[in-house]
């Protein structure tokens, strides 16, 4: 009789066709738990990236932001350490008998190492608002510029400021700035408008050498004519925060004719002039 016949008699299949029931049981049941574990690592694993302060950043505002945060505590992180760096080197000069000249308060005032308090005044530059939008008018002069800030601060230590500082950072000679499209990028921290410049010295000196400048002018009869923002203020008493960064430079060039040191050749007695060469 055939197989077909056996089946059809109800005589059980052969040995070789019978389903294996047993091993794809135990088979079907490892890949569901494999499955149902890899499910919740996983979860676990989102849960833990989402609630965690330092998860990847998913977009780059989100990582500038992140950024930022980081090098604001890194920066007080290295004033933590400069501060010991400049507790120990005392130690042990005074160990040793070597004295270092003790600088005077003008040059720590200059340099940023101290915070400074006095009265002075307050610049507050702004875009123009959206509404200011026209199509007569260039894009580029509804915003606040990184030449704006640089003059509006030029125009301050013209005027006889003895310390400054931009947004929450105290400035000196060392500092440098600039901006991409609307924002400000400060020693390693970014910051949008608006843009906020405190001076200290005597409101009427710094006053007078806003006025005096081209530059501070045309961006006054823009803010006028366009909405820019533009805010004076003297203050009684304005609290500069020390500088936090580095002041060492990694290169600097001296002006022509300027005698470096006394009996040093000034720069074109020292290297003149090369010669041209005719072939």
């Known amino acids: 009789m055939s197989q077909r016949a056996h089946r059809a008699a109800g005589d059980p299949a052969p040995a070789a066709e019978r389903p294996r029931r047993g091993r794809l049981g135990r088979g079907a049941v490892a890949v569901g738990a494999v499955l149902g574990l890899s499910g919740v690592l996983f979860t676990v694993s989102a849960r833990t990236a989402d609630a965690g302060p330092d998860r990847h950043p998913q977009d780059l505002g989100e ?116 901006c991409v499209g609307n924002v400000l990028r400060l020693h390693g921290r970014v910051y949008s408008p608006p843009y906020v410049v405190r001076a200290v010295g005597d409101p009427d000196d710094l006053r007078a050498g806003l006025d005096a400048s081209p530059a501070v002018r045309g961006y006054v009869r823009d803010a006028a004519d366009v909405g820019l923002g533009w805010q004076v203020t003297g203050e009684e008493r304005l609290e500069l925060p020390a500088f936090s960064g580095a002041t060492e430079l990694a290169s600097a060039r001296v002006p022509r004719d300027v005698e470096v040191l006394p009996g040093l050749p000034a720069e074109r007695d020292a290297y003149p002039a090369p010669t041209e060469e005719v072939s």
């Open 63 to 178: 990582l500038s932001r992140q950024q930022a945060a980081n090098v604001q505590r890194m920066s007080v992180e290295v004033d933590a350490l400069r501060a010991e760096v400049e507790r120990l080197a005392a130690e042990q000069n005074a160990d040793s008998g070597f004295a270092l000249p003790t600088p005077s308060v003008a040059d720590l005032v200059e340099g940023g190492s101290v915070p400074v308090t006095g009265p002075g005044l307050t610049v507050v530059l702004d875009d123009a608002p959206a509404d200011a939008q026209r199509e007569s008018l260039n894009p580029d002069v509804l915003v606040v510029h990184q030449q704006d800030l640089q003059s509006v601060m030029n125009a301050l230590w013209a005027g006889g400021a003895e310390a400054m500082a931009l947004m929450d950072q105290r400035v000196v000679s060392t500092s440098a700035f600039w």
